[in-house]
């Protein structure tokens, strides 16, 4: 695991960036020689976070009607 301080990383970030992805190795970002960040490779998979519910539920009847109508009887 490589280490670098928190301003070369600054300045090189982008480098860095490339590195990572092409060399698959983990980069410890330090601030005064502690550990404050890691840049890590990023899975060529599907994401976890985003979009993990597409595809799994699906719109039952009209949805918008009980609401215009529930709305414009608060007039």
């Known amino acids: 695991m490589k280490k670098i301080a928190g301003g070369s990383f600054k300045v090189h970030c982008l ?3 490339n590195e990572v992805q092409v060399k698959r190795e983990t ?3 330090t601030k005064r020689d502690k550990p404050v960040a890691k840049l890590v490779p ?3 998979g599907a994401d976890d ?3 993990f519910l597409r595809g799994k539920g699906a ?3 009209d949805v ?10 608060l007039k």
């Open 59 to 61: 719109i039952a009847g």
């Open 27 to 29: 980069v410890v970002i």
């Open 42 to 44: 990023s899975d060529s």
């Open 15 to 17: 480098a860095m960036m």
């Open 64 to 73: 918008i009607s009980p609401a215009i109508e529930h709305w414009g009887s």
């Open 49 to 51: 976070t985003y979009n």
